[in-house]
């Protein structure tokens, strides 16, 4: 009868346990996250950003857009944003696979990013990265990413860049190479 009374006693333990380890294990996971649904959507986005003299400041394009109030992001596929640093023309065009704005001031653009200089007396014809990151206000750009930069006879590959989109200075700040191209006619 003894060894019942324990036999019987060690299964209550012991489904003790395993019920207590089980309701320890399932409280800890996180809770699903709800998926926020955004407040504004376009398809077929085409808008214009002006300053404060009525000059074209940029010009955004994309194939979706998505706007959260709550975190002032905009989410974008494809998009294609000019960017006029003077009254005039656009200097700079940039394209992505997708982009993420903050209060219409800071831009990420991601996947397949190419900066392509508009003005045909550039030194820099295109920039190619996987990531950007380009302010708007102050009308700089920035990654920490591997940069191709593409001119008329040469062309450089470089670790992360701080450039200036008024001045279209661009430096690349490490792991450096170039190859120019001397073509003779």
């Known amino acids: 009868m003894k060894g019942q009374n324990l036999t019987i006693l060690a299964l209550l333990v012991l489904a ?14 996180q809770p699903a996250q709800t998926v ?37 992001i905009s989410t974008f596929d494809s998009p294609r944003i000019l960017i006029y640093p003077g009254p005039n023309k ?27 200089n508009l003005s045909n007396d550039g030194y820099i014809q295109d920039l190619l990265t996987p990531l950007l990151h380009v302010d708007l206000t102050t009308k700089t750009m920035d990654t920490d990413r591997q ?3 593409v001119g008329p ?17 661009v430096n690349l700040h490490q792991d450096i190479n170039a190859v120019y191209h001397n073509e003779q006619n």
């Open 36 to 72: 926020q649904a955004p407040d504004f959507t376009a398809s077929g986005l085409y808008s214009v950003s002006y300053d404060k003299l009525g000059h074209v400041q940029y010009r955004v394009y994309a194939d979706q857009m998505q706007y959260y109030e709550k975190t002032q």
């Open 147 to 149: 940069v191709t930069v």
């Open 16 to 29: 003790a346990l395993i019920w207590g380890w089980r309701n320890l294990h399932s409280g800890s996971e």
């Open 153 to 169: 006879q040469y062309e450089q590959t470089g670790i992360g860049m701080h450039g200036s989109l008024t001045t279209e200075v």
């Open 90 to 116: 656009p200097i700079w065009q940039v394209v992505s696979r997708t982009a993420k704005a903050y209060k219409q001031e800071l831009v990420t653009f991601q996947k397949d990013v190419v900066i392509k």
